[in-house]
């Protein structure tokens, strides 16, 4: 029955992985994955999430019952607080519905099949480059996906006049995909006044915003992190607003995220809350229980929200140390060549000017791996494997 069935190339990710996981060599470094990992070379348990685990600790022995299709009410309004901000008109006004759902991803899949079902007309734009399974997912979800110009190889910036002409051409009622912060894969960021140019012409063009916040706080601080949509609330738009917690909680696989959509007004909240929980009832009928109960602890404990806060900093500042040292013995290493570009860039990833030759240079020679598009996952940096990136790049590029 199934032998016309093919088989699936697979991610490239992934495979990668396990290439990596094959590699016998000592001195073997894995930058391809997005992962956090510590200076240890650890992916980390936050203790934020260790102490909410001590208060989950006498529950064992319950059953756990589904929760409600739209996820539990109280992680609800914490991420609410958390990315709109607790004073925030909009949140007192009630006019954002929040979904729990699984993971960033989850969020995606659920905002795509809600926006395809009532608004079918409508295609979808993202960034040139993006995240690959951004497209994938809403081409799942029925969409017709195009690409606006965003990053710049040659400047490893953002060619904003590029993107903003492209986005003057959008028709009215598409859906544009944007990352509010530490672009997945290139690190380059719009910077507050960028967005303050983009945030009136979508309005004026009358597109969907759709944000995806995949890494709040490990650009800059949390605030700042999510500037576009505070501003967008600002200028009395509506929205879409997918955020994971699977990076900032180190909680990749309790599938933890949310999705919120920004409406005019109460009563439209309340009618989309209604259309998500049907959504997510035609996907997988109601979200799993561990992560939002752990997120869910922190984020209602003050003590508990300001360690978290602590934490998500440490490891946005242990970011930028790695950016900062690898573009300081870059530089020393090969004078004549600019590395500013990894200063600039922002939140997990960089990418760096690589051919997809040099990227299997650095992978067969020196065991360095890196994704062929030349996206460096800088999370995975550390004191010690950083003399041997260094090396194998100066290889590379000299
Ligand atoms: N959006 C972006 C931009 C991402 O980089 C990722 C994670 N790689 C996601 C969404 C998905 O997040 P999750 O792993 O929580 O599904």
Redesign the pocket.
């Known amino acids: 029955m199934f032998h016309s069935v093919e088989q699936s190339p697979g991610d490239p990710i992934l495979s990668l992985v396990e290439d990596f996981k094959r590699d016998k060599r000592a001195e073997k470094v894995n930058l391809s994955i ?1 992962l956090y990992y510590d200076e240890a070379g650890q992916v980390p348990q936050l203790a934020c999430i260790r102490k909410a685990y001590e208060r989950l600790a006498n529950t064992w022995d319950k059953p756990e019952l589904y929760l409600p299709m739209e996820g539990l009410a109280s992680y609800r309004q914490a991420v609410q607080h958390m990315l709109f901000g607790e004073e925030s008109e909009a949140v007192k006004a009630g006019r954002i519905a929040t979904v729990q759902t699984l ?4 969020a ?1 899949k659920i905002g795509a099949d809600f926006l395809h079902r009532y608004f079918p007309q409508a295609d979808l734009w993202v960034s040139r480059p993006t ?1 690959e ?1 951004h497209i994938a997912i809403f081409a799942g979800a029925g969409f017709t996906t195009h690409e606006y110009p965003y990053f710049d190889p040659k400047t490893g910036g953002v060619d904003f006049e590029a993107m903003c002409a492209c986005i003057r051409q959008i028709p009215a009622g598409d859906v544009v995909l944007l ?1 509010p912060c530490c672009h ?1 894969p290139t690190g380059a960021d719009l910077s507050e006044a960028q967005w303050d140019v983009l945030i009136p012409l979508l309005k004026e063009r009358r597109l969907v915003p759709f944000l ?1 916040l ?1 890494y709040q706080g490990l650009g800059s601080t949390l605030e700042a992190d999510v500037y576009a949509a505070r501003a967008m609330v600002k200028a009395g738009m509506a929205f879409l607003l ?1 955020n ?1 917690f ?1 990076k900032v909680f180190s909680l ?1 696989g309790d ?1 933890i ?1 949310a999705l919120s959509v920004v409406c005019q007004d109460e009563e439209t909240a309340e009618r989309l809350l209604s259309q998500l929980k049907v959504t997510v009832r035609r996907n997988y009928s109601s979200p799993p229980v561990r992560g939002a109960q752990l997120v869910n602890i922190v984020l209602n404990d003050k003590e508990l929200a300001r360690l978290w806060r602590e934490e998500v900093a440490a490891m946005g500042a242990r970011i930028r140390a790695m950016r900062q040292s690898l573009h300081t013995q870059l530089s020393t290493r090969l004078p004549g060549q600019d590395f500013q570009y990894l200063l600039a860039q922002r939140g997990m990833f960089s990418m760096m000017k690589l051919t997809p030759a040099q990227a299997d240079r650095l992978r067969e020679e020196y065991g360095v791996y890196i994704l062929r598009s030349g996206r460096v996952c800088m999370a995975g940096l550390n004191e010690q494997n950083l003399p041997p990136v260094v090396n194998a790049l100066a290889a590379v590029f000299s």
């Open positions: 997005g993971g960033g991803s989850g995606l995240w399974n990352h997945n995806d995949a997918s994971s699977s990749y599938r995220g």
